[in-house]
């Protein structure tokens, strides 16, 4: 099992490495923000991960409020982009 643990891991890790390239070569604002929600949703998942791992359940609050703060942060980033476009 920690071989399946360490697979999962590492996938996350590549995957933060990738993202965290094209949110920094993103033109635009719009793709820097996607890329950041991927970064968090990568790291949420890398925490559920953590949380399965070890069978502590006491991060699963913070997986939730981290999930609502970067939706809540989207949702303004996207709301004062369209208005700074019209």
């Given at each position: 099992?920690?071989y399946?643990?360490?697979?999962?891991?590492?996938?996350?890790?590549?995957?933060?490495?990738?993202?965290?390239?094209r949110?920094?070569?993103?033109p635009?604002?719009l793709?820097?923000?996607?890329?950041?929600d991927?970064?968090v949703?990568?790291?949420i998942?890398?925490?559920?991960?953590?949380v399965a791992?070890?069978?502590?359940?006491?991060?699963?609050?913070?997986?939730?409020?981290?999930?609502l703060?970067?939706?809540?942060?989207?949702?303004a980033?996207?709301?004062?982009r369209?208005?700074?476009?019209?």
């Amino acid at each position: 099992m920690t071989y399946v643990w360490g697979v999962a891991a590492t996938m996350l890790l590549i995957s933060v490495v990738l993202t965290t390239y094209r949110t920094l070569r993103g033109p635009t604002t719009l793709d820097r923000l996607v890329g950041v929600d991927a970064i968090v949703a990568i790291l949420i998942s890398g925490l559920a991960v953590w949380v399965a791992a070890t069978g502590d359940t006491t991060i699963a609050a913070g997986i939730v409020v981290l999930s609502l703060v970067s939706f809540i942060g989207s949702i303004a980033v996207a709301r004062f982009r369209r208005r700074d476009d019209e």
